[in-house]
């Protein structure tokens, strides 16, 4: 198989692991809500491992000064668009979905579109490297899949919706693929660019609209578990840096 067909199927196949919240579909009542709840715990580590663990070690590494500047580019940006998304939705008074909802779809966007160029990059180069690239993206893809349709779960999207989205933003990955393919030599500045300015959105993210939806739980009973799967999230995110690394 030529190499432009295994990056296309192994981008196809990451894209699918965004549905792995249909396994949750089944869950209903005081056991969903509990769910929501362990979720956006998990996905507070899964962000802050992701950018901590993952994107901010992988952008260092190009020894760019810019990189701080980019990070902090990304806080702003978030910020910026979730003012615009609050003034959009809920200047009646009234919201659909808590706009970090959006927030998180486009920086699952943004985050997948680097992984289908990282994807590309490592077939390009080697097809043994390529597959274990694959391998290394699918693994801290599920994690993430699983937190992200949390978040959009809390944020007021219905299951059905939120998998639809969760879905859609994977398929960026297939974009970054494609980009890394056929303009591989401006491909690589824009990925300098994009993993810390990603990596300020997720921090943003995780503390300014998630941490805060768990402090609104103040049942001293449920703070030891806030904290497991916080924590689960980070410690999962910083086995699978050590076990995958690419």
Request: net charge negative; proline share 2%.
């Amino acid at each position: 198989m030529s190499v432009f067909g295994l990056i296309l199927i192994s981008t196809v196949i990451v894209s699918l692991i965004s549905l792995i919240g249909i396994f949750f579909i089944g869950i209903k009542g005081n056991t969903f809500e509990k769910f929501i709840e362990y979720l956006v715990g998990f996905a507070v580590g899964g962000l802050l491992g992701g950018a901590f663990f993952h994107l901010l070690p992988e952008a260092m590494e190009s020894k760019d000064s810019s990189i701080f500047i980019y990070v902090l580019s990304g806080i702003v940006i978030f910020f910026l668009i979730e003012k615009v998304l609050h003034w959009r939705h809920c200047h009646k008074g009234q919201c659909d979905a808590h706009a970090f909802t959006y927030l998180n779809i486009i920086g699952d966007a943004v985050h997948n579109f680097l992984d289908g160029m990282i994807i590309s990059a490592s077939f390009m180069a080697d097809t043994r490297l390529g597959v274990a690239t694959t391998i290394a993206v699918a693994a801290h893809e599920i994690p993430q899949e699983i937190g992200d349709f949390g978040i959009l779960l809390l944020g007021g999207f219905s299951k059905t919706k939120a998998l639809l989205c969760n879905f859609l933003s994977a398929l960026t990955a297939i974009g970054g693929a494609m980009v890394t393919y056929f303009a591989f030599s401006h491909a690589l500045w824009l990925k300098g660019f994009l993993i810390p300015l990603t990596a300020g959105g997720f921090i943003y993210i995780a503390l300014v609209d998630l941490i805060p939806e768990m402090h609104k739980e103040r049942e001293a009973g449920r703070i030891p578990m806030q904290l497991v799967t916080m924590f689960a999230g980070l410690f999962l995110m910083w086995w699978l840096k050590g076990f995958f690394e690419y």
